[in-house]
């Protein structure tokens, strides 16, 4: 522990030599790199044969990070909270990429290969970035619904997980998620009827 | 999340209410509910008639986040809304007995050289059969884990550890046969099989059959002896558990799964399985606070004495000493790490107070307090039993500090720079509050000290006597002393010092350190330091250098210059002063206490934290001895030695002390003062570098909460705690509450201090690392501009001036400006690399940033160069190296 710790600490202290997020070989930081490496060679149709489902992606960086000894992260409901967050950024990043290409400009070919191979029931970009809006202004309705919505869909963590992360009872978290099922759906609808 | 994460008003709030009231009710008695609605309120019954429909239909969010980019591989099914746990567990679970396609309880299976006869139950990672052993011919308990679920020696070390379980032999220990792993069905399983014991559990059997008191001491006192049998050969059970100890038909009770426990369940703290589970949270309830800080190898056999004490507690009173069945696993580890037991007689009356005394003894936080082996609590449990007075001796009020000898430098070394600093600047404040209180009191004890030394000088006497007391002392303003503020009448007395004490240099020297003191303690540093200084220049002159009563009146200067950013001068006073009382002898007197306790708040300032230490432990040993009298200086100098623990790595032992700190300052103003939501802000800082985020916000948010009314809600302290609040937010991945939070905490310091100072800059740099990550890009590029131009101009902060414009380059890059943000991202790079080196995290964490950003755009060359300054060993460094070398070779 570097003696430059200290933070903003009052009355003459030396200023710090690392900043707010750097150095905390913490969670975020972590769980960001190695998603991102994940995530990106799949997206990149680097990684033939692998799926792109946000919760399997995010079980294998796990298992993948708790090999690693150096990691301190403290368990897999942890990971996979903060890894929820980082997955929607993750995702949605890609989903502007394409269709961004789409609108002119871009990788068009490999736009094409991927659209063939979709899965049945998936959600296409433009889709995605409306859930992501939509979730955003759910977000300033109520914080926590919110993040029950993410923890779930994207980071596929059960109900009591979810309750334990979040210190609520599982049934809130579940009438939180049937909740948000119902209006996230009516703010796409409207969206798409205003457009 | 509490409501007020809610952003908008309460219709949102109001519909969710009414929407969950009404989701699961017949078509007819909904309609009806919302008829009543519609009459008072139409449009919300409206939009909650339009969410009922909705509920019924198809959901976006019924749908995989993306279009999977797959040939051919299943997908795994969403869990369905409203189902029970088990359908939504990971397939992490898996029962080593559906991989073979047995029928569930696996009766008849075959797997090695056993019959599955039957399912005597589940443990946290395996199932637990009956089953015939073919070879000998016994019937036996197997326990079978899949070895894929282990880690990954485990499977391999059971073999060899078997070898030492078969040789625990004790009555009081379930016989261990055999260990390995096996074939099944292509699967390796890993497998221990024991001695069958058929009967109930410890707790349960104890209350069917109506056991006495005597007889659970007994029984307790015979696990001891079996517990300590295996100490003796070198094994630690690690688990010990009413559930893991089960009473035969004879009577006798048994031990199970020794030393396996710590091979079949993987590091407990992580075990994947049972998250959440109710049943695994209801055993942390017998682990010792080592085993549950993490420290899994500093575990030895007193863990196993902990367990075994609160068994014991249990067995008396019904409960284990700390409850924690039936919550969330983050609020029972705060429980168990913030909650005290309740004595055993206070649960159960008429429990003999030596049995309480070895109970409480047995269960002592820190290890070193208790037993040190389990043979040792047996022995007392017998004393106990046959009336016999027991070695162990209630805990008194003076408590002796020892030197911890386990360190736990991981996680704080890690983690939580800025958590850290708010413990620093918080308990720097805890500390000027506690001196700002000892100054109210000081005004008041400077009163009676005047008073006092009025009685012994006539002239000061007088002079006083006319300051405070007469209604206008030099008769000029006609204003009364009730108009007139002390400061007021200070200045005006105090210019008449010199003249009215010609002639008596004792007598002034008195004066004159009053004076200074209180003008100190109503903070007027610029009028205290002459009186200060004269006062001992005086004590010189009278008493000599050497005289105690001088060096009281150096320790007030020294304080002084402290206070006033001159610490370099301060310190050198300060040794000097605890140098000689300690040749003198004097380094028992209270006087050393309070000159230590300041001194160690200095060393803190200046880093020597080791020094400090050991200072401030001597200042609370003797405030300690000195009972009431000194109680107002006790909790700011155990305050301040966490501080000097804390900084040195011990965080487990730092945080030991924060807890004491604050129960002190509860002690001294009650639970609602301000200075003990202070402390409970400090330790949360520990819970926060230990990874406990939940808690930790929590925490965070009652101090916010307790503070905010109390200093006002744009106190710099309070903003620090909500700076706090937001690192703990963004750990846990919750962004937007990080945000709000830093924003908070911004607005909070910039209404105090100007958006420019550093206090300020710090947090507004944490909000705008957030905003990065929310992937806000115009927001973070402003802010991280306006914040460059902050620390530019300050001249002392170019290397993080640096950090914020590689940032806003970064945030240029992802709004497409790439030419531009690319540029300044390089640039800035070189620039902090120059000023700073690559070595810190700031600098690995920007060149890694670029790294990636060259390698997004195929630039390997350009990548490689920059991560030649990258430390291979880093772990956040790792994926992005791979990805290089994976680039550099396709």
């Known amino acids: 522990m570097t003696s430059?710790?200290?933070?903003?600490?009052?009355?003459?202290?030396?200023?710090?030599?690392?900043?707010?997020?750097?150095?905390?070989?913490?969670?975020?930081?972590?769980?960001?790199?190695?998603?991102?490496?994940?995530?990106?060679?799949?997206?990149?149709?680097?990684?033939?044969?692998?799926?792109?489902?946000?919760?399997?992606?995010?079980?294998?960086?796990?298992?993948?990070?708790?090999?690693?000894?150096?990691?301190?992260?403290?368990?897999?409901?942890?990971?996979?909270?903060?890894?929820?967050?980082?997955?929607?950024?993750?995702?949605?990043?890609?989903?502007?990429?394409?269709?961004?290409?789409?609108?002119?400009?871009?990788?068009?070919?490999?736009?094409?290969?991927?659209?063939?191979?979709?899965?049945?029931?998936?959600?296409?970009?433009?889709?995605?970035?409306?859930?992501?809006?939509?979730?955003?202004?759910?977000?300033?309705?109520?914080?926590?619904?919110?993040?029950?919505?993410?923890?779930?869909?994207?980071?596929?963590?059960?109900?009591?997980?979810?309750?334990?992360?979040?210190?609520?009872?599982?049934?809130t978290a579940k009438n939180d998620w049937r909740f948000a099922r119902a209006w996230l759906q009516r703010a796409l609808d409207e969206e798409a009827r205003d457009a | 999340m509490n409501g007020s994460d809610a952003g908008g008003g309460t219709d949102h709030e109001q519909a969710a209410e009414w929407f969950i009231a009404l989701v699961d009710l017949s078509e007819e008695e909904r309609r009806r509910r919302l008829d009543g609605l519609r009459a008072s309120d139409p449009e919300l019954a409206e939009e909650v008639a339009a969410l009922l429909r909705l509920d019924a239909g198809a959901s976006v969010l019924d749908r995989q986040p993306s279009a999977g980019w797959v040939s051919g591989t299943a997908s795994e099914p969403m869990a369905r809304v409203g189902s029970g746990s088990a359908a939504d567990e990971r397939p992490d679970t898996l029962d080593p007995s559906s991989a073979g396609g047995a029928e569930n309880d696996g009766r008849g299976r075959r797997i090695g050289g056993f019959e599955l006869v039957g399912t005597l139950g589940r443990g946290g990672m395996g199932v637990v059969y009956r089953a015939k052993q073919t070879n000998p011919q016994r019937l036996v308990a197997l326990k079978l884990v899949r070895s894929s679920l282990l880690a990954p020696d485990a499977a391999r070390r059971l073999r060899f550890e078997a070898d030492v379980l078969a040789r625990l032999k004790h009555p009081g220990i379930a016989q261990i046969y055999d260990a390995g792993s096996l074939d099944d069905g292509g699967v390796e399983v890993s497998?221990?099989?024991?001695?069958?014991?058929?009967?109930?559990?410890?707790?349960?059997?104890?209350?069917?059959?109506?056991?006495?008191?005597?007889?659970?001491?007994?029984?307790?006192?015979?696990?001891?002896?079996?517990?300590?049998?295996?100490h003796q050969r070198g094994v630690i059970h690690r688990d010990l558990k009413p559930a893991n100890i089960v009473v035969g038909e004879d009577g006798r009770p048994r031990v199970l799964d020794f030393g396996v426990a710590r091979l079949l369940e993987p590091d407990v703290q992580v075990t994947t399985a049972a998250y959440g589970d109710a049943a695994f949270v209801g055993t942390l309830a017998y682990m010792s606070p080592e085993q549950l800080s993490g420290d899994a190898d500093s575990i030895d056999t007193r863990a196993d004495v902990y367990a075994l004490g609160a068994v014991l507690y249990e067995l008396l009173t019904g409960r284990p000493p700390v409850r924690v069945e039936g919550m969330p696993l983050t609020r029972a580890l705060e429980a168990l790490r913030a909650e005290r037991a309740p004595r055993p007689g206070q649960l159960a009356p008429g429990v003999d107070r030596d049995l309480e005394t070895v109970t409480m003894k047995a269960i002592e936080r820190d290890a070193d307090r208790r037993y040190d082996s389990a043979a040792e609590l047996g022995a007392e449990l017998r004393r106990v039993l046959a009336l016999e007075p027991?070695?162990?001796?209630?805990?008194?009020?003076?408590?002796?500090?020892?030197?911890?000898?386990?360190?736990?430098?991981?996680?704080?070394?890690?983690?939580?720079?800025?958590?850290?600093?708010?413990?620093?600047?918080?308990?720097?404040?805890?500390?000027?509050?506690?001196?700002?209180?000892?100054?109210?009191?000081?005004?008041?004890?400077?009163?009676?000290?005047?008073?006092?030394?009025?009685?012994?000088?006539?002239?000061?006497?007088?002079?006083?006597?006319?300051?405070?007391?007469?209604?206008?002392?030099l008769g000029e303003t006609g204003r009364g002393r009730a108009d007139m503020t002390?400061?007021?009448?200070?200045?005006?007395?105090?210019?008449?010092?010199?003249?009215?004490?010609?002639?008596?240099?004792?007598?002034?020297?008195?004066?004159?350190?009053t004076i200074g003191n209180v003008y100190l303690s109503l903070?007027?540093?610029?009028?205290?330091?002459?009186?200060?200084?004269?006062?001992?220049?005086?004590?010189?002159?009278?008493?000599?250098?050497?005289?105690?009563?001088?060096?009281?009146?150096?320790?007030?200067?020294?304080?002084?210059?402290?206070?006033?950013?001159?610490?370099?001068?301060?310190?050198?006073?300060?040794?000097?002063?605890?140098?000689?009382?300690?040749?003198?002898?004097?380094?028992d007197d209270v006087e050393h206490a309070v000159t230590a306790a300041r001194f160690g708040v200095v060393l803190i300032g200046a880093g020597e934290y080791a020094e400090a230490e050991e200072l401030l432990r001597r200042a609370v040993e003797i405030f300690e001895g000195a009972g009431a009298s000194r109680a107002d200086a006790l909790p700011a100098a155990l305050n301040n030695l966490a501080r000097s623990i804390n900084s040195q790595g011990e965080s487990a032992a730092a945080e030991?002390?924060?807890?004491?700190?604050?129960?002190?300052?509860?002690?001294?103003?009650?639970?609602?003062?301000?200075?003990?939501?202070?402390?409970?802000?400090?330790?949360?800082?520990?819970?926060?570098?230990?990874?406990?985020?939940?808690?930790?916000?929590?925490?965070?948010?009652?101090?916010?909460?307790?503070?905010?009314?109390?200093?006002?809600e744009d106190h710099p302290t309070v903003a620090t705690v909500r700076h706090n609040l937001g690192f703990a937010l963004f750990d846990m991945g919750d962004l937007p509450g990080a945000l709000r939070a830093f924003e908070q905490a911004t607005a909070a310091y910039t209404a105090t201090y100007g958006p420019e100072h550093p206090e300020t800059?710090?947090?507004?740099?944490?909000?705008?690392?957030?905003?990065?990550?929310?992937?806000?890009?115009?927001?973070?590029?402003?802010?991280?501009?306006?914040?460059?131009?902050?620390?530019?101009?300050?001249?002392?902060?170019?290397?993080?001036?640096?950090?914020?414009?590689?940032?806003?380059?970064?945030?240029?890059?992802?709004?497409?400006?790439?030419?531009?943000?690319?540029?300044?991202?390089?640039?800035?790079?070189?620039?902090?690399?120059?000023?700073?080196?690559?070595?810190?995290?700031?600098?690995?964490?920007?060149?890694?940033d670029l790294t990636r950003h060259h390698l997004d755009r195929g630039r390997v060359t350009a990548a490689a160069a920059v991560a030649a300054d990258l430390d291979p060993n880093g772990a956040a460094n790792r994926a992005v190296l791979e990805r290089l070398s994976a680039a550099s070779c396709g």
């Not at chain 1, 992501?132 to 993040?147: I, T």
């Not at chain 2, 109506?210 to 295996?230: G, I, K, L, P």
């Not at chain 2, 009685?455 to 000061?460: G, I, M, N, S, T």
């Open chain 1, 4 to 171: 430059g710790d200290e933070t903003g600490t009052r009355s003459g202290d030396a200023h710090p030599e690392s900043g707010p997020s750097d150095g905390r070989s913490g969670l975020f930081e972590a769980v960001y790199e190695e998603l991102r490496e994940v995530s990106r060679s799949v997206m990149a149709g680097e990684a033939p044969g692998h799926t792109l489902q946000p919760t399997v992606l995010v079980h294998e960086a796990f298992l993948r990070m708790s090999r690693e000894s150096s990691s301190s992260f403290a368990d897999e409901t942890h990971f996979k909270a903060v890894a929820a967050t980082v997955m929607r950024r993750v995702l949605i990043d890609h989903a502007r990429r394409r269709t961004a290409a789409k609108r002119g400009g871009g990788r068009v070919v490999r736009l094409e290969r991927m659209d063939v191979q979709g899965e049945e029931g998936g959600l296409l970009p433009e889709e995605l970035l409306a859930l992501d809006d939509a979730l955003r202004r759910l977000e300033s309705e109520s914080g926590r619904r919110g993040r029950v919505v993410e923890l779930r869909y994207f980071g596929g963590l059960t109900f009591e997980r979810i309750a334990g992360m979040l210190d609520v009872s599982v049934n």
């Open chain 2, 390 to 473: 027991v070695h162990a001796r209630p805990a008194t009020a003076a408590y002796r500090l020892n030197r911890f000898a386990r360190r736990n430098p991981g996680l704080c070394a890690a983690l939580g720079v800025a958590a850290v600093a708010g413990a620093i600047a918080i308990a720097g404040v805890a500390y000027g509050f506690a001196q700002s209180l000892e100054r109210v009191e000081t005004l008041e004890a400077a009163n009676a000290e005047i008073a006092a030394e009025a009685e012994r000088a006539d002239a000061v006497n007088e002079f006083l006597r006319r300051m405070l007391v007469s209604a206008d002392p």
């Open chain 2, 191 to 230: 497998y221990f099989a024991m001695e069958l014991v058929e009967g109930q559990t410890l707790v349960k059997h104890a209350t069917s059959h109506e056991w006495s008191t005597a007889d659970r001491v007994r029984a307790v006192a015979f696990v001891c002896d079996a517990v300590h049998h295996a």
């Open chain 2, 523 to 587: 903070g007027r540093h610029d009028r205290a330091e002459p009186h200060l200084r004269r006062a001992v220049e005086l004590h010189e002159a009278v008493w000599g250098d050497a005289s105690a009563d001088t060096d009281r009146a150096r320790r007030d200067l020294a304080v002084l210059l402290s206070e006033t950013d001159r610490a370099e001068e301060a310190m050198p006073i300060f040794r000097e002063i605890v140098n000689r009382q300690r040749a003198e002898g004097r380094a």
């Open chain 2, 486 to 513: 002390v400061v007021e009448m200070l200045d005006r007395e105090s210019g008449q010092i010199a003249d009215a004490f010609a002639g008596s240099p004792a007598s002034e020297a008195s004066v004159r350190s």
């Open chain 2, 656 to 712: 030991r002390m924060y807890e004491r700190a604050r129960d002190a300052f509860a002690a001294l103003h009650g639970a609602d003062h301000p200075s003990v939501a202070i402390a409970d802000n400090n330790v949360a800082t520990l819970k926060h570098a230990r990874g406990e985020y939940a808690g930790a916000a929590r925490s965070y948010r009652n101090v916010i909460a307790t503070l905010g009314p109390l200093m006002g």
């Open chain 2, 761 to 848: 800059l710090t947090t507004r740099e944490a909000g705008a690392d957030t905003l990065l990550a929310l992937g806000e890009n115009e927001r973070a590029a402003a802010e991280f501009g306006a914040i460059a131009e902050s620390q530019l101009a300050r001249n002392i902060d170019d290397a993080r001036a640096q950090r914020s414009r590689f940032y806003r380059g970064m945030a240029l890059v992802g709004l497409g400006e790439s030419d531009e943000g690319e540029r300044l991202m390089i640039d800035a790079a070189e620039r902090y690399v120059e000023l700073t080196g690559a070595g810190t995290a700031t600098g690995q964490k920007l060149l890694r």
